[in-house]
């Protein structure tokens, strides 16, 4: 090992590595015809394409959707379930202009179903489900006339011969329509402003006519305090969905008489994610006796097979610490999933249980890294400055031949996720690795707020955004530092989105926290994105915050542009221009500010790119340009050849 100071290790792991496997992921599986297995995967090489492929029993892997199109949807901006599976035959949307197309098997040609929209997007597609017969289709549509956004149920032909007819509408929102075996019920999610899916939804259950219409609908669970998620039809015909109404997601079934009861009674675990995307799914059925779930402790994913009958459920004996909340299905007693590890990659598993077997079908990333340039993270509980206590994995710098000087600590990347209410898991993640490979740490916080860790936990947040989530922050970094860690004098603050405005307000709000920050598409004025962000998230901040606008007082106090006067430390901005979600005007609101303070800043904004970058030339641009930022501020010399970033303010 030689020596050399922290930020200036060499890696292989370059910037361009980064970006294509960031940009790879997986979702919406299907898994039939003895080990068939099909899957949406999106590509950061072909400017963040979503592709349906393939891959047969045989091992042969093939493009199912042809070249330029991109099965994505834009329901609720964050989409998600842009396509199901029925047979042979592939449904998805179109990202260029909402339509449903459907594509009967390889090489089967692809051609549209719905009616062309009078305008690109003004009707949407999400999260469907066929009937048993192939007939019909249930799915969501979102209608756009202006600023009006009506969301429903809809029934279509599925060969297209008719227009999709309104089953259900009159709430704000509608998620996972999902048919029963026979054909004859259908069960859907709705909610309604100012709740987000993972505070309060109701289950609903029709008779399915044979014109596809529906009657006699009733809700069946769920309710303003209990967030229902997932429902499905188990092979018998009994509808399971998972309920946090003891405070932990769990595992429930309704039984004949109309009442649900748990089938699992976790308490420091839960089976359930926060929707903010469409067909987020963590049970599957292997059998008609069998539920492979996905438990999550502490932020820590683990597969577990359920004895439904006996009620027992145990670890099925796997690697995999992070696994894909998009991407689980189950087919002839085979289970597919997306999942990384501390030491692997996100990879798509086809699982036997029945023989333990795991056969690799695809990895984010192809190429192996030396096992020891890889950062394991250690799971870090630390005393919050009120006296509670949050969460966080450590990432020390790793690396096979450099290590740093016996007098220098590292500098500190403070990663603060989005959402809020998300969470970091632990999983080999090239954007970690990418700073940890050049002897920077990295401490990933599930500051109070976060999922993962039960209900109470992810509601601590509520009345408390941009107050509690930004100070878990600081004291996380002030931990490592005050355990020897990290270098306390060079640590910045990262997120995007909802972490990025955690990044707004710590350099606001206690502007010497931190010596830098880094900000993707961050949010600096909450009223303003309280007034004009989509409809998915207009009400979010009710509870976060509260009420708009009879709490404006409060929303002025928790945004950071009311107070840029404060700001003292230097700044990367990075800003989607076709962002509906956080509007470009609220970073360039920021470089305004700076500009006149004369605080070192750049900003970067990307043409084409909307709320989270998907592009592997503007992923790559991000990296180089964080590392070249940080080291202008740090005073250290990147090893890299980086395309300069030229820093307002600073001088090098």
Known sequence: ?????????????????????????????????????????????????????????GGEVVDLTPAGF?????????????????????????FSDGRLHRVDGFGGGLRPISPKPAAPHALRYADGCVTPDGSTIFCVRERHD??????????LPADGSAEPAVVASGHDFFAAPRVDPSGRRLAWLAWDHPRMPW????????????????????????????????????????????SDRSGWWNLCRLDGDGSSRALTELEGAEIGAPAWAFAVTRYAFLDEGR??????????????????????????????????????????????????????????????PATGREQHLRRSFDADLEAASISVPRAIQFPTRDGATAHAFYYPPASAEWEGPADERPPLQVICHGGPTGHSAPGLDLSTQFFTQRGIGVVDVNYRGSSGFGREYRRLLDGRWGEIDWQD?????????????????RTWVEGGSAGGYVVLCALTFEPTAFAAGVSLFGVADVEALARDTHKFESRYLDSMIGPYPESADLYRERSPLHFVDCLERPLLLLQGLDDEVVLPSQAEAMVEVLERKGIPHAYIPFE???????????????????LDFVGHVFGFEPADELEPLEVANLSR
């Not at 922290?6 to 599986?29: I, K, M, N």
Request: include cysteine; aromatic fraction near 8%; proline fraction near 5%.
């Open 1 to 57: 090992m030689t020596a050399k100071p922290y930020g200036t290790w060499p890696s292989e792991l370059t910037a361009d590595r980064v970006a294509r496997a960031s940009g790879r992921r997986f979702a919406s599986l299907d898994v039939s015809g003895g080990g068939r297995v099909r899957w949406l995967e999106s590509r950061a090489e072909e400017g963040g394409r979503a592709v349906v492929v393939q891959a047969a029993p």
């Open 70 to 94: 991109n099965a994505r949807t834009r329901v609720h901006e964050y989409g998600g379930g842009s396509c199901w599976y029925h047979g042979d035959t592939v449904f998805c949307s179109d």
């Open 146 to 155: 202006g600023d009006d956004v009506e969301n429903e149920l809809v029934a």
């Open 199 to 242: 505070d309060g939804t109701q289950l609903w259950v029709a008779d399915v006519e044979p014109d596809g219409t529906l009657s006699a609908p009733q809700q069946v669970a769920g309710g303003a305090d209990e967030s229902v998620l997932d429902p499905k039809w188990a092979p018998s015909g009994a509808l399971h969905f998972c």
């Open 291 to 352: 539920v492979a779930c996905v438990v999550t402790r502490d932020a820590v994913d683990s597969l577990e097979i359920l004895d439904a009958e006996r009620g027992v459920l145990e670890p099925a004996g796997l690697e995999w610490t992070s696994y894909t909340t998009t991407a689980l299905a189950a087919g002839d007693g085979l289970l597919a999933f997306s999942a990384a590890s501390p030491t692997k990659p996100a990879t798509l598993v086809l699982f036997d």
């Open 473 to 489: 922050c600081v004291d996380a970094a002030r931990f490592l530092a005050a355990e020897g860690s990290v270098d306390p004098e």
């Open 608 to 626: 084409g790119e909307g709320h989270g970058f998907r592009r592997e030339e503007n992923i790559r641009r991000t990296f180089e340009a964080t």
